[in-house]
T-cell receptor, first 112, second 114 residues
Framework: GNSVTQMEGPVTLSEEAFLTINCTYT??????LFWYVQYPGEGLQLLLK?????DKGSNKGFEATYRKETTSFHLEKGSVQVSDSAVYFC???????????FGKGTTLSVSS | NAGVTQTPKFQVLKTGQSMTLQCAQD?????MYWYRQDPGMGLRLIYY???????DKGEVPNGYNVSRLNKREFSLRLESAAPSQTSVYFC?????????????FGPGTRLTVL
């Protein structure tokens, strides 16, 4: 079945450090891939998405590239801020669009 | 435009009590979903409704029932709450479905069952 695997956290960084959160997936066909972010006490918000191979999603300085050959969708940001502290979820949606399959989430903590 | 709203935000129940979690969306979306979030488990799908009048089980449906009251509203009912149902519950909706299944989430309901 479909599944998503994320690197385990927590990830602790200093402000302006480079961020990578790894995400790999298992799916039949060609799923769409998403990164969601959850700030403390809030619901999930879509951060970025990619719907086909080699697509790059980007938003708020975050980027992720859909790599079909490595079945990966790693999240990167060149310079993190304290306000980026949150839980990040990688997710996929298969062609049926029934629901999203989420990874377990990675907690990011950025200190000044 | 409120997006997806959920009530209540917090609830404490005793084992065996029942309750209904309410969800509404004002984006004219066809599909709605209920997830639960537990530490270290990510989000797991409880039930979903692809369109008004239809509901289907997700990954963890046991102990829950749902009602798609109309296009806007999708409720989740716990008939006899158990401590294992202590969790944060999120409702979500999506419009296009398929590969464009971008979902919009509500703020969540934090439920504790004693």
């Amino acid at each position: 079945g479909n599944s998503v695997t994320q690197m385990e956290g927590p990830v602790t960084l200093s402000e302006e450090a480079f961020l990578t959160i790894n995400c790999t997936y298992t799916a039949t066909g060609y799923p769409s891939l998403f990164w969601y972010v959850q700030y403390p006490g809030e619901g999930l918000q879509l951060l970025l998405k990619a719907t086909k191979a080699d697509d790059k999603g980007s938003n708020k300085g975050f980027e992720a590239t859909y790599r079909k050959e490595t079945t990966s969708f790693h999240l990167e940001k060149g310079s993190v801020q304290v306000s980026d502290s949150a839980v990040y979820f990688c997710a996929l949606s298969d062609r049926s669009g029934t629901a999203l399959i989420f990874g377990k989430g990675t907690t990011l903590s950025v200190s000044s | 435009n409120a997006g997806v709203t959920q009530t209540p935000k917090f609830q404490v129940l005793k084992t065996g009590q029942s309750m209904t979690l309410q969800c509404a969306q004002d984006m004219n979306h066809n599909s709605m979903y209920w997830y639960r979030q537990d530490p270290g488990m990510g989000l797991r799908l409880i039930y979903y409704s692809a369109s008004e009048g239809t509901t289907d089980k997700g990954e963890v449906p046991n102990g829950y029932n749902v009602s798609r009251l109309n296009k806007r509203e999708f409720s989740l009912r716990l008939e006899s709450a158990a401590p294992s149902q202590t969790s944060v519950y999120f409702c979500a909706s999506s419009g296009a479905g398929g590969i464009y299944n971008e979902q919009f989430f509500g703020p969540g309901t934090r439920l504790t069952v004693l």
